[in-house]
């Protein structure tokens, strides 16, 4: 069983910044795709970046220039460094993984982090 926890949600004022945690629990293989999404009420869950077991990532529009994610491979840990936060940024970010552990490939979800910004 492989859980994701995330933390470092939080309230900001806009132009602010926060860093997001996600930590990977369980017995783990590898990490192939490692994201963050966003979601916020009555709209669908939105890819915001992700990494690759490659080292490569990808960010939405909204993302580029404002925000970085990165892996720790050691720790079993990704991050989401938050900068010049907008008030549309608010919303719930969730960690995803698609990964191989010890039993088998899983795909998991942790249980989201609440991200507002004021304006």
């Known amino acids: 069983q492989v859980q994701l926890v995330e933390s470092g949600g939080g309230l900001v004022q806009s132009g602010g910044s926060l860093r997001l945690s996600c930590a990977a629990s369980?017995?783990?293989?590898?990490?192939?795709?490692w994201g963050w999404y966003r979601q916020t009420p009555g709209k669908q869950r939105e890819l915001v970046a992700v990494?690759?077991?490659?080292?490569?990532?990808n960010y939405a529009d909204s993302a580029k220039g404002r925000f970085t994610i990165s892996r720790d491979n050691a720790k079993n840990t990704l991050y989401l460094q938050m900068n010049s936060l907008k008030p549309e940024d608010t919303a719930v970010y969730y960690c995803?993984?698609?990964?191989?552990?010890?039993?088998?490939?899983?795909?998991?979800w942790g249980q989201g982090t609440q991200v507002t910004v004021s304006s």
């Open positions: 995803y993984a698609d990964l191989q552990g010890a039993s088998g490939r899983f795909r998991s």
């Open positions: 369980g017995t783990i293989v590898s990490i192939d795709f």
């Open positions: 990494t690759f077991s490659g080292n490569g990532a």
